[in-house]
């Protein structure tokens, strides 16, 4: 299997609630990272480790497949 028919592939349900649970860490954290009030140090360096934890979990979770679909309904 390729990366393209790994990602065309059907998610299972919980790497989908998963994948979103990270985008969203990734997205808020970013958001707090770039505010322009002035934070302490490491609420920013926190922030920034989480965003890239946030998108790894995504990207690893779409990457997931199903193997148990019968052949025919792929």
Not at 24 to 42: E, N, Q, R
Not at 47 to 65: F, K
Request: cysteine-free; glycine content about 8%; charged content about 10%.
């Amino acid at each position: 299997m390729n990366i393209l028919q790994r990602i065309n592939s059907p998610t299972p349900l919980f790497f989908k609630k998963l994948r979103n649970i990270g985008l969203a860490l990734a997205g808020i954290t970013t958001a707090i990272a770039a505010s322009p009030v002035a934070l302490p140090v490491f609420v920013v360096t926190l922030a920034g480790y989480a965003a890239v934890a946030g998108g790894v979990i995504g990207a690893v979770s779409q990457l997931a497949t199903d193997t148990n679909i019968p052949e025919k309904d792929k």
